[in-house]
């Protein structure tokens, strides 16, 4: 499979349309853009249920400069499409809904009731229904 520099970070992302299976770590990085095609931040991590192995959330690294002040916000994956022409992520979020989200708070991985919040806010069933 040959691969392809995004630009952004150290990742890398599959060229061939083979996307069945891709590391963590290619994800990280990744730019991600609204459909306007303004980029919104990049994903700095993924978060994987460890029970059922599902990919739940893409943590997105948004604002600041150089990541000094930026914010880290937990997207539900279900609100990420890859875009192959843009080489990175399109979702429909703004950036004001992005600033209005839900906090991250220290216990965010265990706390339901966040990321039922969450949710609810960017309009994506609970992964664990």
């Known amino acids: 499979m040959q691969m392809q520099n995004t630009g952004a970070a150290t990742s890398t992302m599959p060229t061939d349309g083979n996307h069945a299976m891709i590391s963590g770590h290619t994800i990280q990085g990744t ?5 306007a095609g303004e980029e919104l ?3 700095d991590d993924v978060m994987i249920d460890s029970t059922s192995g599902r990919v739940v959330y893409g943590v997105l690294q948004f604002g600041g400069f150089l ?3 930026s914010a880290f916000h937990a997207i539900p994956f279900g609100k990420l499409r890859y875009d192959a022409a843009r080489e990175g992520y399109v979702s429909d979020l703004t950036k004001d809904q992005l600033e209005r989200a839900p906090k991250q708070e220290e216990s965010w991985l265990k706390d339901r009731d966040w990321q039922q919040r969450s949710h609810e806010y960017y309009g994506v069933a609970p992964y664990w229904i």
């Open 41 to 43: 931040g990049h994903i």
């Open 31 to 35: 730019r991600v853009f609204n459909p």
């Open 67 to 69: 990541g000094i002040g």
